[in-house]
């Protein structure tokens, strides 16, 4: 059983879900990858028997998501450096008993990085908002949306430090528009703030839950070139 505590620590770590039309697939933050058919989940057995699934993702991973269309397998993580953090999305074809995966596109010129300048604004290793996807279509062209954490609005870092001198790096998150064929990235729309969901509805409506400072937590439909108020405005305190 993948979700033991005896392969994970003490603590199990997080995971993420998706489904095609016969698994389950189940994927932690350090990359391990599973699989159960959906009839067997169902099912009347309280055995269920998860599958590992063999890939070639690296070591060391920050898995933040994962998403399935027509038997490929998209899966965000975080890229963490000394001082900076970025995103990548990696695919593999399903129909292989062992996932290669390659890589889909990476953000490595939309780098989070700390502000070397300030030493009260300290970048937050391994701690990353956003990093969900999902697939929609826009102008009549398949695209990925992905809420990606930046660290370049002009706000930032000085409505932070009003607020808290030893506050972290921007932590505010845009949601970016990848086309599917020519890898061109947009901001679709900007303002979030540690968005942990994210749908888009049968009718291409893009939802989101947003997590405010100390409450304040919003449900947004976004829309494009959008701001949802982060950091310059919150409901929570």
């Not at 292989?96 to 990476?106: A, P, R, V, Y």
Request: charged share 30%; proline share 3%.
């Amino acid at each position: 059983d993948p979700l033991s505590t005896k392969r994970h620590g003490k603590k199990v770590s997080p995971f993420y879900i998706e489904n095609s039309e016969k698994y389950l697939f189940i994927i932690f933050k350090n990359g391990d990858l599973y699989k159960i058919e959906l009839e067997s989940l169902f099912g009347n057995t309280k055995n269920h028997q998860f599958k590992y699934i063999k890939n070639n993702l690296p070591e060391f991973i920050n898995v933040k998501d994962i998403l399935i269309d027509n038997n490929i397998i998209y899966v965000s993580l975080a890229d963490s450096t000394s001082n900076c953090q970025s995103m990548r999305v990696l695919e593999a074809n399903l129909l292989n008993d062992t996932l290669n995966f390659t890589e889909f596109f990476s953000l490595k010129n939309f780098q989070h990085c700390e502000d070397k300048k300030n030493e009260n604004v300290k970048f937050k290793k391994g701690f990353y908002n956003g990093g969900r996807i999902e697939i929609f279509f826009f102008d009549d062209r398949k695209k990925m949306i992905l809420a990606a954490e930046f660290a370049d609005d002009d706000l930032l870092p000085e409505l932070f430090l009003k607020r808290n001198k030893k506050s972290f790096v921007d932590d505010t998150v845009k949601h970016l528009m990848i086309d599917f064929e020519t890898k061109k990235i947009d901001i679709y729309a900007s303002g979030h703030r540690n968005p942990q969901g994210l749908v888009v509805t049968k009718n291409e409506k893009i939802l989101t839950t947003d997590h405010g400072v100390r409450g304040g937590d919003e449900i947004n439909k976004v829309e494009y070139k959008q701001h949802y108020g982060w950091p310059i405005a919150s409901y929570g305190e």
